[in-house]
């Protein structure tokens, strides 16, 4: 047991010694048994702070240090790794908080100051109950998971293919692509979306390090960094792409349709089909919902048709399993349904558009070969684009989803373009330009005459309605009954208008995807409250999660634009090479033990442990924890009915002394 | 316009009269593009907010009585803004100094000495419950209050709706009783118009009054007195259930205890009040009474539900003057005939008297005809 104990108070400038009396502190801790040396210092975190530590190690033979500074978040790491160099075991270093749960959540120096001295109490009395234990290392499998195949993954993928990683990139949908595949232009520059992006998805569909799995999904996760092992549901898509040469000629010949996912129910598809011309894979699956043959049993024209026999209708989903090292969760987001708010009218005014509606709308490749029109084949004279569709909204989502404000003057300007005669209006709150050359893009609109009106559109009405609805002074001279009116303020002129138009394009908020939640708890990657993926640290570690090993990028952790979205899915490459050129890692030592002579076989603890890390000797009717896979949570721990596991670190007696400590006062 | 001083003492007196989030307005504007002065001569709400974060004058003008607390502004608002109570802060503030408009004046002098906002006598409150036969609550003989609002006691179309609404308990079996004269106004609308003195002695003494007389269960004929038993006594220490009449008579003939089997052969549209919809999200019981009745043929209108139009009668409105033309009520019958609608079906006394005024200023005034939901139901009877 150690009793020859160093405490070392940290200033940390005026953090803490602007609130605590360090020194008070430091003399307080020099009467507590087993302390033999007290200290303050200004920065111990600094290399003179450390070394301080290290030179008590060594002269006095300390055998255990307790440091009062900021949260072991932040440098318990540090002064662990200073007393191993110094000879000390790591795990004989405790921490007391006295930043964040002390000086900087107090009121009064004197309140601060007794607190302080609890918690270094209660630091130094568990210090005196702690064991040195050993960290283990453990090899890393030189491969990587991607989940996702948007721009995100792709670019993830690519990056680590290109260093040599061998790479699954698992996508849902029959093509990678995301989101990006389905826009003309991006802003603000206006490159032609599919020239940027196809180049990357044909590599990533070719790359001899990728191994491409599209319409699949991950169903299980096991294992831990190094060594995740991923069961992939390989979806029946009744056609055999080793054999299917992508000729084409069957989804010519199917004689069903159904919406196309794609083109946002704008156009239709076949049962077997390409969700777009440039799909990566380029062959075709067959949808069980449209295909006659799957549903009654008639039909299989595409059999008689495929030359290379490719099509396969006994094909069933299989499940594969593979072992990779590390993860990138890219799974992107989805768009609000502007239904939600029942006051703009979409679903219910045909001439009220969502903003994937009219990216599909506007490509040359979609469903009115990039012609901008109405439903019923007009094109329109005028334009409203509303911004913040749910955004910025308590009602719906607190965050500003940061792109809409961008494509909403990219649509302003396809539109200016394309129809030169129409008149376009964006209503908003604010505009958010904050990206390299987007508020020159603002500025370039306003030149092209695009109307902003400051205020948020209100309500968009159907002509016929708004007639039945107001007096007759309140109808805009010339309305039509199938135009549309939007009701805003522009809060600059302190005036409503009733804005006739054709057409309203609505921006709905980016949200988390529908299984986000599952997807979390699969990957074990926690979410934030707005429901993205949580960032280990949103400035220093916004691609690392809490799970070591799994990394997200792109916008499955927040909305964000496609430099943002490849600016991550590169961190995230970069960030799981570097795991895996390490070669091998240390994992926790802090890991659960059972006690064998105490355990009675019950195993209430197997089914609890969310990592599988419990297994059941038949033979002895005993549990036992497999080290490797222990994060060392605690639930066996607490759940054990015979309390025959112990959890290393934070035993009874270390956990009971400390919080003696803090009552002892 | 001159150079202005932000005069930020009059913002924090303003929070202190109950305007909380006055600052976590951030200037959308769809407060104003919601509010149904919109279709009319706007009110621009967003402006008064601005003037008065920054205490400016103006935030006290004219424009802060068009408010008629319809909460239309408020369910959109995207920062949550409780922009009734900044309304009603702001008149509770201003009408310290005596600002109150004229016009309110006298219902106000009228609920301070009556204990009614209509000029009618205190004595006279029951007369309507003595000729319809209905008894004084009793707690041993009654489940519930009926609490019929003032208004059935001092004016014949609301004495209709309260008539029809005590046949429909009877039939459904509800034992129910009333208060006598000790009762009086719920105080809704005083509390908008920002007399919050007059408020509390009248929540004290209905408290009481309640208390008194062992009060359990309340039944409220009007959305007004519902939505400030419901949300507003706690204050004043009352505990009662309080049941709006539309959510009794769905429950009667959910249980089966009330059978309307004559037929109306009518369409019918249903204008959701906004204290009863927006104000407390009872958009279903009366829909669903309808669709129940024989013979009735339902249509949306184009605004209903959170989006329905106010009638232009609440915050204090019933007793100010609105000009001809600007009149949410007379913009509401057209748009019910526009959807085929023969009958406007609603379940306010205020809402019933704006639209019945309407309805004279129409060309034929039996284009259509204005009903409150318990007469419709009475009538299949
Ligand atoms: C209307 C609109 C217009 C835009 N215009 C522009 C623009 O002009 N310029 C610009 O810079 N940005 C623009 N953006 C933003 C851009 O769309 C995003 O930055 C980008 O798509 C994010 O890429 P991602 O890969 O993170 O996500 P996504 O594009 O959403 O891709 C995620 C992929 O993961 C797959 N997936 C999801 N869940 C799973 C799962 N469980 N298993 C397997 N696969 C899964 C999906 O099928 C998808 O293929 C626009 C956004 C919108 C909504
Ligand atoms: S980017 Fe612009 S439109 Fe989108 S939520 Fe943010 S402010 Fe609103
Ligand atoms: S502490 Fe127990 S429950 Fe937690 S991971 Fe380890 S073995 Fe599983
Ligand atoms: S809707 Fe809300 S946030 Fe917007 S201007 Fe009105 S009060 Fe302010
Ligand atoms: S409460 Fe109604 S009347 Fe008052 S400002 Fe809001 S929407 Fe307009």
Request: proline share 5%.
């Amino acid at each position: 047991m150690p009793y020859k104990i160093g405490v070392y108070v940290c200033h940390c400038g005026t953090n803490i010694a602007g609130m605590v009396n360090v020194e008070e502190v430091a003399d307080f801790a020099r009467g507590i048994p087993g302390v033999t040396l007290s200290r303050t210092y200004k920065f111990m975190c600094s290399d003179p702070g450390q070394a301080l530590l290290q030179e008590d190690i060594r002269k006095n033979g300390l055998d255990a240090v307790v440091v009062a500074a900021c949260s072991p978040l932040m440098h318990e790491r540090t002064f662990r790794r200073a007393a191993q160099e110094a000879g000390l075991n790591p795990f004989l270093v405790q921490i007391a908080n006295i930043r964040e749960q002390c000086s900087w959540v107090t009121e009064g120096k004197g309140a601060a100051t007794e607190k302080a001295k609890a918690l270094v109490a209660a630091a130094v009395r568990r210090a005196r109950e702690h064991q040195p234990l050993e960290m283990r290392r453990v090899e890393i499998t030189p491969s990587a998971l991607v989940v996702g195949g948007g721009i995100a993954g792709i670019q993830a993928a690519l990056d680590l293919a290109d260093a040599g990683v061998q790479v699954v990139l698992v996508e849902r949908e029959p093509s990678i692509g995301g989101h990006m595949a389905m826009f003309d232009k991006t802003f603000p520059t206006l490159d032609c979306a599919a020239c940027i992006l196809t180049p990357k998805m044909v590599a990533a569909g070719s790359h001899p390090n990728i191994k491409l799995m599209t319409w699949s999904e991950v169903e299980e996760v096991s294992g831990f960094v190094g060594n995740f092992k991923v069961k992939i549901r390989r979806k029946a898509g009744y056609v055999d792409h080793d054999k299917c040469t992508g000729c084409g000629l069957c989804i010519e010949k199917c004689p069903y349709k159904a919406d196309s996912e794609f083109e946002q129910g704008l156009a239709k598809r076949k049962a077997i089909y390409l969700p777009f011309a440039q799909a990566v894979p380029n062959k075709p699956i067959i949808d069980k919902n449209a295909c006659a043959y799957l549903k009654n049993g008639k039909c299989r024209v595409c059999v008689k048709f495929c030359e290379a026999a490719a099509i396969d209708f006994t094909q069933q989903d299989r499940v594969e399993e593979v072992t990779v090292g590390t993860i990138v969760l890219a799974t992107g987001f989805q768009a609000m349904d502007g239904r939600r708010i029942p006051e703009l009218g979409y679903g219910r005014l045909p001439g009220v558009y969502s903003a994937l509606e009219f990216e599909r709308l506007n490509n040359a490749a979609g469903p009115t070969n990039g012609v901008i029109q109405t439903r019923d084949g007009r094109a329109p004279r005028s334009v409203a684009i509303l911004h913040c569709t749910g955004s910025r909204d308590e009602n719906h989502h607190r965050y500003c989803s940061r792109v809409c404000c961008m494509y909403a003057l990219k649509y302003a300007h396809l539109l200016r373009e394309k129809l030169p005669e129409a008149r376009v209006y964006n209503f908003y709150i604010d505009m958010r330009c904050f990206g390299k050359g987007y508020e020159e893009f603002y500025k370039r609109l306003q030149e092209e005459g695009v109307r902003f009106v400051r205020g948020k559109g209100a309500q968009v009405w159907g002509g016929a309605e708004w007639k039945a609805m107001v007096p007759a002074a309140a109808v805009p001279e010339g309305l039509e009954d199938h135009q549309l009116v939007v009701v805003a303020e522009d809060s600059l002129l302190q005036q409503v208008l009733h804005v006739p138009v054709d057409m309203v394009v609505l921006t709905p908020a980016f949200e988390p995807r529908f299984d986000a939640e599952e997807v979390g708890r699969r990957f074990l990657v926690s979410r934030g409250a707005d429901g993205f993926f949580l960032e280990q640290h949103p400035k220093l570690a916004p691609v690392s999660t809490t799970n070591e090993g799994v990394f997200i990028a792109g916008a499955c952790q927040g909305p964000k634009d496609i430099p943002d979205t490849v600016a991550q899915g590169s961190a995230a490459a970069s960030k799981a090479l570097s795991l895996i050129t390490r070669k091998e890692i240390e994992i926790e030592a802090t890991t659960a033990h059972v006690q064998d002579e105490l355990c009675s076989g019950c195993r209430t603890c197997i089914g609890l442990c969310p990592y599988n890390a419990i297994t059941f000797d038949e033979a002895r009717k005993r549990a036992a924890v497999n080290d490797a896979l222990c994060k060392g949570c605690g639930t066996c721990v607490a759940a054990c009915p015979s309390s025959a596991i112990l959890a290393r670190h934070f035993g009874d007696r270390q956990i009971f002394s400390e919080i003696e400590g803090l009552l002892s006062l | 316009m001159p150079a202005a001083t932000p005069f930020l003492e009059v913002a924090d007196a303003l929070k202190e009269y109950g305007a909380h989030d006055l600052d976590l307005c951030y200037q959308c504007s769809t407060c104003t593009g919601s509010c149904p002065w919109s279709f009319v001569e706007p009110l621009n709400i967003r402006r008064l907010i601005r003037l008065a974060q920054l205490g400016l004058p103006g935030y006290e003008g004219e424009d802060l009585w068009k408010c008629t607390t319809c909460a239309s502004c408020q369910v959109r608002c995207p920062r949550g803004v409780a922009i009734v109570d900044l309304v009603r802060s702001t008149r509770a503030m201003i009408g310290e100094t005596g600002l109150i408009p004229q016009s309110l004046r006298s219902a106000l002098g009228s609920v301070k000495g009556e204990g009614n906002p209509w000029n009618g006598k205190r004595e006279e409150r029951n007369a309507w419950t003595e000729s319809a036969g209905i008894p004084r609550f009793d707690p041993k003989k009654h489940e519930y209050l009926l609490s019929a609002c003032c208004m059935p006691s001092y004016d014949k179309r609301s004495r209709r709706i309260a008539d029809a609404l005590w046949k429909v308990l009877q039939a459904g079996g509800v034992r129910a009783g009333v208060l006598g004269p000790e009762e009086s106004c719920c105080g809704e609308a005083v509390r908008k118009i920002g007399d919050e003195g007059t408020f509390t002695s009248l929540g004290k003494s209905n408290a009481a009054a309640f208390e008194k007389a062992g009060v359990r269960k309340v039944i409220a004929l009007s959305p007004h007195c519902y939505h400030t038993f419901k949300n507003e006594y706690a204050a004043f220490g009352v505990k009662v259930e309080v049941h709006h009449a539309s959510e009794i008579m769905q429950r009667l003939i959910f249980e089966g205890k009330l059978k309307p089997h004559k037929k109306l052969d009518r369409t019918v549209t249903w204008h959701d009040p906004c204290y009863l919809g927006r104000h407390n999200d009872i958009f279903d019981a009366p829909r669903a009474v309808l669709s129940a009745l024989p013979g009735v043929t339902f249509r949306e209108m184009f605004r209903h539900k959170k989006q329905s139009l106010c009638c232009g009668g609440g915050g204090g409105r019933m007793w100010m003057e609105t000009k001809r033309g600007e009149r949410f009520s007379d913009l509401r019958l057209p748009e019910a005939m526009a959807v085929g609608a023969s009958v406007l079906a609603t379940g306010c006394p205020y809402c019933v008297n704006m639209f019945e005024d309407s309805r004279l200023g129409l060309e034929r005034e039996d284009a259509i005809q204005v009903r409150d939901l318990a007469e419709l139901v009475a009538e299949t009877l």
